[in-house]
């Protein structure tokens, strides 16, 4: 089964940057979309970003214009820019089997999770 492992978290300022990276091991990065979501205690879990095996990006509405989703090889990126206190949350990168076409944000349709990073933006 695919294996992902999120990393490179942290704290930062209202209106700084941050870039999240999953390592996918255990199948191919073709026939998969790959996407991001995060969650707060308490909170549902919401769509970030997400990308086919052919490219299509997938924005969540608090995101788009802020944030940019990529993969290559077995790496998908999110590139976080104009960071708000808002965007507080455990990310996670999760995948599902799909040949192309964009990725939903339903978390419930990922069978297969990272472990989460913590993103912390203060005001």
């Known amino acids: 089964a695919p294996q992902l492992a999120e990393s490179g978290g942290g704290s930062v300022q209202a209106g700084g940057s941050l870039t999240l990276s999953c390592t996918a091991t255990?199948?191919?990065?073709?026939?998969?979309?790959m996407a991001w979501f995060r969650q707060v205690a308490g909170k549902e879990r919401e769509g970030v970003a997400g990308?086919?095996?052919?490219?299509t990006p997938t924005y969540g509405n608090s995101v788009r214009g802020r944030f940019t989703v990529s993969r290559a090889f077995n790496t998908l990126s999110l590139q976080m820019n104009l960071l708000r206190p808002e965007d507080t949350a455990v990310y996670y990168c999760?995948?599902?089997?799909?040949?192309?076409?964009?990725?939903?944000?339903?978390?419930?349709?990922?069978?297969?999770w990272g472990q989460g990073t913590q993103v912390t933006v203060s005001s």
């Open positions: 999760a995948t599902r089997a799909q040949s192309g076409g964009s990725c939903t944000l339903l978390p419930w349709v990922y069978g297969f």
């Open positions: 255990g199948f191919s990065n073709s026939g998969y979309c």
């Open positions: 990308i086919g095996s052919d490219g």
